[in-house]
């Protein structure tokens, strides 16, 4: 299953309701992609080519892509 042999069941039961009842905001996760984005841009810069592929380049459309699909819903 993935969970790896350190964890019993009951501690893996703990933890599956504990990421159900976890709510996060669209704003919260945008700003830490925003980040991200902005780290892994860095270091891009800096020479590391490996991380090229990790890089959203049009994250912000895609940001806002979303905002648009989901104002709509309500």
Same mark, same amino acid.
């Given at each position: 299953m993935g969970d790896g042999p350190c964890?019993?069941?009951?501690? +893996? +039961?703990? %933890?599956?309701e504990v990421l159900r009842s976890l709510e996060l905001s669209s704003e919260f996760l945008f700003d830490k *992609? +925003? &980040?991200?984005?902005?780290?892994? +841009? @860095?270091?891009i810069d *800096?020479? &590391?080519? =490996?991380? =090229? &592929?990790?890089?959203?380049? &049009?994250?912000?459309?895609?940001? @806002?892509? %979303?905002k648009a699909a989901h104002e709509a819903e309500t």
């Amino acid at each position: 299953m993935g969970d790896g042999p350190c964890n019993t069941p009951e501690l +893996r +039961r703990y %933890w599956v309701e504990v990421l159900r009842s976890l709510e996060l905001s669209s704003e919260f996760l945008f700003d830490k *992609a +925003r &980040d991200m984005n902005a780290k892994v +841009r @860095a270091l891009i810069d *800096a020479g &590391d080519t =490996e991380l =090229e &592929d990790e890089y959203v380049p &049009d994250l912000e459309t895609r940001i @806002a892509k %979303w905002k648009a699909a989901h104002e709509a819903e309500t």
